[in-house]
């Protein structure tokens, strides 16, 4: 299999002046990306700014021969998203790659979250994707080629303490499906990992690169998958993978067929008794889209029926 190249292309990396952020764009670079560093340099929970981890880095790349250049605008303004993008263009003439990886956690459940952590989680997580993906989004539509790779988390699964986090995650899901729509006729592809490593945001302190290796859960397991999503080659759009340790998956949203009330309306009874129809996952499907969603639930209303015609 010949090598995967990324020579010709610009690349910006959010969040990527510490753990996966980090092994993302450094993987990039060594395969010949012209790399943008962004990284405000905060804590965890979004305090404070430093602009050393971003330097680090890109000192890092060109020290291996590559090229970079550090960025420390925040992603959760809409001033910032255009000014990360800028710094790609202002550098090296152009953007074809936009991965989102800046993020937050300030853990808290319910009832003590709060609504300022709630809008903290998506001013970063959501509004951060949104800002950086559509300052790039002109470019890509202008030479009809764009890579997008947004981060969700299998967080959006559920946890007690991550209320804030997973709803934030499960928001990036939602942008980037419809983006995809979106890209299409442009050559402009939009996916999702949602990693699993140990860093900061895992209980790692300080970023101890090494204690992640010794748990199997490094940064740089989860960048092979991020670098084919962000790769021309890349034969999928809209889909969720998730990377860590050693294991690849794909993350779905299916329906099932689910039961079909067969005439007049139906009671809370027809529900009731319907109940183990409804929940079976027995012929479930994944739609692409929301269209092809209706489409299926709603295919009974089409059939025809005796006494009907249908054009």
Not at 24 to 44: P, Y
Not at 81 to 108: C, E, K, Q, Y
Not at 202 to 226: T, Y
Request: proline share 4%; charged share 20%; glycine share 14%.
């Amino acid at each position: 299999m010949s090598e995967l190249s990324f020579e010709g292309r610009v690349a910006v990396v959010t969040g990527a002046g510490r753990g996966i952020g980090r092994a993302h764009a450094r993987l990039l670079a060594e395969r010949g990306a012209k790399v943008v560093v962004n990284d405000l340099g905060g804590t965890m929970e979004g305090e404070g700014s430093d602009a050393g981890p971003a330097q680090k880095v890109v000192d890092a790349i060109v020290a291996a021969g590559g090229q970079a250049v550090a960025d420390t605008n925040d992603v959760s303004t809409e001033t910032g998203g255009r000014a990360i993008v800028d710094s790609a263009l202002n550098a090296f003439g152009r953007v074809d790659i936009v991965v989102n990886n800046a993020g937050i956690i300030r853990w808290a459940g319910l009832p003590d979250v709060d609504l300022d952590n709630l809008e903290r989680h998506l001013a970063v997580h959501l509004l951060g994707s949104f800002n950086t993906m559509r300052a790039a989004w002109p470019h890509f539509v202008e030479q009809g080629y764009g890579r997008v790779v947004l981060t969700t988390s299998a967080g959006l699964f559920g946890l007690d303490n991550n209320l804030s986090y997973a709803a934030a995650k499960g928001g990036v899901v939602g942008l980037a499906r419809s983006a995809k729509l979106a890209g299409e006729p442009h050559g402009i592809k939009v996916n999702l990992i949602a990693p699993a490593a140990l860093t900061r945001m895992g209980g790692i302190e300080d970023d101890d690169a090494a204690a992640a290796r010794q748990a199997g859960m490094p940064s740089e397991a989860v960048s092979p998958l991020v670098a084919y999503l962000a790769h021309e080659s890349c034969p999928v759009n809209g889909e969720i993978y998730a990377a860590g340790a050693g294991r690849f998956a794909r993350f779905f949203i299916g329906s099932t067929p689910g039961y079909v009330h067969p005439d007049g309306p139906a009671t809370i009874e027809d529900v009731v008794a319907n109940w183990e129809a409804i929940n079976d996952e027995k012929g479930y499907y994944v739609p692409a889209d929301l269209m092809a969603w209706t489409g299926a639930f709603l295919g009974h209303q089409f059939k025809e029926k005796p006494g009907s015609e249908v054009s």
